[in-house]
């Protein structure tokens, strides 16, 4: 159904925001085959182009950066402090395993202070992130030969298969850069409509930075996002709070906290997912905003945007959860979308 050895070397490959250099390396050895041009901008996109037979422009955003730590200080007890990159829910943190990607790659663990020594006041405090540390077993003398202020930090997980899902860290957004990678795979020799620009950005968790550059310097005409959404379907969650649910299909975004798409869009990925028989959901977002945000406003023209979002959930916490047979649908819905845009009255 889906390439599982492939989504879990994307989602393994560690790539902070602005920090994204080794997972740009990879997505630049997997679609380089799939495109008939791949380039890198000044900001540290990567830009891969399939012509079309019209002069139009379909901008597809995958971003490639995951949420992560800064180094800011490190203590005479060799500890760090650290700065977040991107949202995260402090509670979700404790003992949990990082990297420290400094001159070497160096395990640590999120440490705080043990229930056992708190204050009876302390134990019913929910924690901050400033009472976390990073330890990593070694004196500071020996963490300074690696690690500076500066250097990036990321989460520690493996990939796994969870029964009909896969269990990770950064499927936000690692699961649409592979979406992206394999829709341009099946696409390779497809002949299509409007030139397509599959673009992998960079720093989009902390503030769709590399969404901007790239919409404005493309100015397309058509633009899709691809980010992961959240899925409430669990125990606990009132109906009107879920807002997707795993295992019932692509989500079709109406809006989030920073977009409202095109109404236009919505109903053509929508049409499309009917007669396609793709099976969807509707999204609408009311916190946190995506790339789809850079694609509409941010090109020169503005551009007729929308989103296909994948369903997740524990988002923004050490592992994150999507199922199988709803990354398959999205990948679907992206293929018709792109290889039937001509055929949409876009008029208002």
Known sequence: MIDVALLKKICE????????????ELIIKEVSPLADSVEVDPMGNVIALKKGRADKKVMIAAHMDEISFITTHIDDD?????????GFDPKTLTAQRVIVHGKKDLYGVMGSKPIHVMKPDERNKAPQMQDYYIDLGMKKEEVEKYVCIGTP????????????CINSKSLDNR???FILIETLRELKNSDLPYDVYGVFTVQEEVGVRGAMSSAHRINPDFGIGLDVTIAYDVPGAHAHEKVTCLGKGAAIKIMDSSTICDYRMVNFLKDLAARHEIPWQPEILTGGGTDTAGLQRYGKNGSIAGAISIPTRHLHQVIEMAHKADIRACIDLLKAAISETDRWNWNF
């Open 153 to 164: 930090i990321t989460r520690e997980r493996e990939l796994i298969e969870m029964g009909e």
């Open 13 to 24: 490959t560690p790539g902070a925001p602005g920090f994204e250099q080794k997972i740009r």
């Open 175 to 177: 699961v649409s850069v």
């Open 78 to 86: 060799g500890f760090l402090r650290f700065h977040t990159l991107g």
